[in-house]
T-cell receptor, first 110, second 111 residues
Framework: DGGITQSPKYLFRKEGQNVTLSCEQNLNHDAMYWYRQDPGQGLRLIYY???????QKGDIAEGYSVSREKKESFPLTVTSAQKNPTAFYLC?????????FGPGTRLTVT | GQQVMQIPQYQHVQEGEDFTTYCNSS?????IQWYKQRPGGHPVFLIQ?????EVKKQKRLTFQFGEAKKNSSLHITATQTTDVGTYFCAVPGSNDYKLSFGAGTTVTVRA
């Protein structure tokens, strides 16, 4: 069963801690993405990767970091430098023209 | 990157009625995509429009790309409770890999 998995679905952290969100795909897609979604706003691009071992900053990369060591995996680290980390985080991959999204991780930082 | 304005932000519809949501850009677009996100879910690709004036239908959903390729609309006929969710348009960003999403139209349905 092909698709994108994100874990965990809900994540709670204390302020000042780094946290890593998992994203795995078995669609054999080269390009992968991380978006942030806040209430009443569209999806904002954090980072994207066109191919293994390469990634670029999106529109709101500050306070985040990524790696792309394997084609299947594109983990996102939310660092303590991110001012407002509480949000819904969506991972996606690109097949053809469309993007395929994972189920998302809802991160709450208190 | 390019930006798009979606209107309205919220749409409350009586079941059985029609409604339209719009996506507007200040620049000419090469293409536009539409996604739907159910409450608590993730965005799912619906369609891509490429040609000027293009109209595509998916059952009760009609998608249109403007003649000038600066706007698009999604019209839903005879709204059902299954239509509840947020509809996003997305346009190409600064390169072929990037998409810029509108803020979305959130649709609720009164039975």
């Amino acid at each position: 069963d092909g698709g994108i998995t994100q874990s965990p679905k809900y994540l709670f952290r204390k302020e000042g801690q780094n946290v890593t969100l998992s994203c795995e795909q078995n669609l054999n897609h080269d390009a992968m993405y991380w978006y942030r979604q806040d209430p009443g706003q569209g999806l904002r691009l954090i980072y994207y990767s066109q191919i293994v071992n390469d990634f670029q900053k999106g529109d709101i990369a500050e306070g985040y970091s990524v790696s792309r060591e394997k084609k299947e995996s594109f983990p996102l680290t939310v660092t303590s430098a991110q001012k407002n980390p509480t949000a819904f985080y969506l991972c996606a991959s690109k097949g053809g023209d469309e993007q395929y999204f994972g189920p998302g991780t809802r991160l709450t930082v208190t | 990157g390019q930006q798009v304005m979606q209107i309205p932000q919220y749409q409350h519809v009586q079941e059985g009625e029609d409604f339209t949501t719009y996506c507007n850009s200040s620049t000419t677009l090469s293409n536009i995509q539409w996604y739907k996100q159910r409450p608590g879910g993730h965005p799912v690709f619906l369609i891509q429009l490429v040609k000027s004036g293009e109209v595509k239908k998916q059952k009760r959903l009609t998608f249109q790309f403007g003649e000038a390729k600066k706007n698009s609309s999604l019209h839903i006929t005879a709204t059902q409770t299954t239509d509840v969710g947020t509809y996003f348009c997305a346009v190409p960003g600064s390169n072929d890999y990037k998409l810029s999403f509108g803020a979305g139209t959130t649709v609720t349905v009164r039975a």
